[in-house]
């Protein structure tokens, strides 16, 4: 801010330019103003910045590289052509002055006094750098040609050691070459997404003058639109998962026709033993038919008992041309009686899964043949 004093706009009634030059001599100070107080002794106040780690003499206290100071920068000699400065800077946590300078034989900054450098230094040719080459050597380059052709060939072998690397960066950079087309793409992204995030907006806002409603929206997701959907035709279940359900009872079906269970077998051979003993005492031989009618009726109840306990669902019956398994077991059934001279009694009607009926209504003409 110092420097942008003396190139204001105001000049002063009595600058004369011819005898004054410039405003800054008018007012008998320097444009660099506190920096270059120690001018006449060649050292100039710059800001200076810690180059690297160091440990201070005085406080033993660390100093961090990139802390910096106000210091007085010096020209102390020269590397051929390239002038050397040196810094001196005081300790901001102690009275004890540093001083560094430049090296650039090296390209480095060496400690001159009043702090040692922490050593954290790798060799550049082990971390792989451009190495600067010295003196002697380029000295040697110059005068011994042998020395040159030895150097050469060994710069070629590098050269093609390096190949597949240069390589690779040189198509790494390539995707990054055309500036303009890559900005033209993301600013097109850009106003893609800019022009949905508008969309949403104004949607959400129509929402909330329509609900009558201040409360900020959470952005929609594909679950709350699923829900909606089931909500809106009140269902718990949307058509894709009861067809996955379906999906899922047809793949895990039996492909062969189910048979009787033991549970079931079981159960229809105590309905026939209670049978057999119940018809045992009912059915009492007349004289006529004797004990064989008996017999009769006793299995053709057993056979129809056997063929239809068991429900369409359990036994797999299916139906051929209209009639099912039961309907024709039933029709046999009332060929059998008529067969065995029952023709006067009342034969059940067929009805698929009704054994209990029938054996019943099979007693109940039983017993009124007897009586007759």
């Known amino acids: 801010m110092g420097e942008r004093k003396g190139v204001n706009k105001y000049y002063p009634p009595d600058f004369d330019p011819a005898k004054h030059g410039s405003i800054n001599g008018y007012r008998k100070s320097h444009p660099l103003r506190e920096r270059a107080r120690k001018l006449s002794q060649g050292i100039l106040i710059i800001r200076f910045e810690m180059p690297y780690n160091i440990w201070c003499d005085g406080c033993k206290n660390h100093i961090g590289m990139g802390v910096r100071y106000n210091a007085e920068k010096k020209k102390v000699g020269n590397y051929y052509t390239t002038p050397i400065y040196r810094f001196r800077m005081k300790c901001h946590l102690c009275d004890n002055h540093i001083e560094i300078q430049t090296d650039p034989a090296s390209c480095d900054y060496v400690i001159v006094s009043g702090a ?12 792989e750098q451009i190495l ?7 000295k040697k380059l110059e005068t011994d040609a042998m020395y040159r052709l030895e150097h050469g060939s060994e710069d070629q072998q590098k050269l093609q050691r390096a190949i597949p ?4 960066i040189q198509e790494a950079q390539s995707a ?6 890559l900005n033209s793409v993301l600013r097109r992204k850009f106003r893609e997404e800019k022009k949905t995030l508008k969309d949403e907006e104004e949607r959400d806002r129509a929402l909330l003058r329509k609900a009558s409603l201040s409360i900020p929206l959470v952005k929609e997701c594909e679950e709350d639109r699923h829900l909606a959907t089931l909500l809106k035709y009140r269902s718990l279940d949307s058509y894709e998962d009861k067809q996955k359900l379906k999906r899922s009872e047809i793949s895990n079906r039996s492909w062969f026709l189910s048979t009787q269970t033991p549970a079931t077998n079981s159960r229809v051979s105590e309905a026939i033993k209670k049978l057999d003993l119940g018809l045992k005492v009912t059915l009492k031989p007349s004289p006529s038919s004797g004990t064989d009618t ?20 359990e036994s797999g019956n299916e139906e051929v041309g209209g009639v099912s398994q039961t309907q024709s077991v039933d029709s046999g059934l009332q060929k059998d009686m008529m067969a065995e001279g029952l023709g006067g009694t009342r034969v059940p009607e067929p009805h698929a899964g009704s054994s209990a009926a029938l054996v019943a209504d099979y007693m109940d003409s039983s017993s009124d043949s007897e009586t007759s």
């Open 132 to 138: 600067t080459t010295e003196h002697d050597e380029k």
């Open 294 to 313: 008996a017999a009769s009726h006793l299995g053709i109840v057993r056979r129809t008992l056997r063929a239809v306990a068991v429900p369409d669902s």
């Open 176 to 181: 990054w070459k055309d500036d303009f087309t």
């Open 165 to 168: 690397t240069l390589a690779n």
């Open 116 to 127: 040692q450098r922490k050593e954290e230094r790798w060799d550049m040719k082990d971390n």
